[in-house]
């Protein structure tokens, strides 16, 4: 897929070590692009759980296997779309990460973590096998130094 | 990630510094946690101020610290947490579970009241 210029795209090979060349190049990008950094920072721990997913649960951390990373501004919102070539999953069988008997669990707050962070996350499958999420988090205010979204619902 | 480890008043204090994310400060933290049970200690405390960035493996394995240290009839306790690290603790509802202290001193009091 040719690369415009308003779009970043990286692959790496599915180490976790590699996850934080990710964070850090969209923590460049979106402060380029005016976000505040307590936004990035939630932005950024939102790509890193989808990144790791990618990783872990797509591509069986087999180095093999590419793990691609497109950040792209759509309207007034950055997109980051991270793509493996996994099985894919129905992302509604993942349990509730708050539900009491699984409050002690140690695994299954990834995507959690990403509906918390950004503004909408999909799932989709990619035309020639694996997983897409895409997530969004709204760019058009540069940002509004707030907190995760289910701690202002607390609030309200 | 590093971690230091100290003592204070009967208390293992863990203090790690950094990230606590997938395959690297998780793996650290669960290390640390096990060499402070395998020295024998029970009570143990984790100073979360020099942690930038917790990921949810980072979250599940303060999860199977908690769980192991309780196991083994000990407890593990949190404090001088950054305010990111209070908001990941509260969105995930796990802040209900640790106890958490904003001070050293009041923290390692508490194991003995």
Redesign the interface.
Known sequence: MPVQSSQVRISIGSRFEHIDLIQIVVDDALARLGLDEDSRHWVGIAVREGVANAIKHGNRQDPDKEVEVELAIEDDHAVIRIEDSGEGFDPSQVEDPLAPENLLKPNGRGIFYMKSFMDDIQYSQRPGGGTVVTLRKRIGDKGSGRGPAPRRNQET | MKIDTRHSGGVTILEPKGKI????GDVALRDAVGEALEAGSRNILVNLGGVT?I???G???L??A??TVSNRGGKLKLYNLPD?VT??L?????IS?FEVFEVEDEAVASFSA
């Open positions: 994310t997938i395959g690297v960035t990921d949810s493996s979250i599940g394995e999860v199977s908690y769980t990111k908001d990941i509260q969105i995930t509802q796990l579970v």
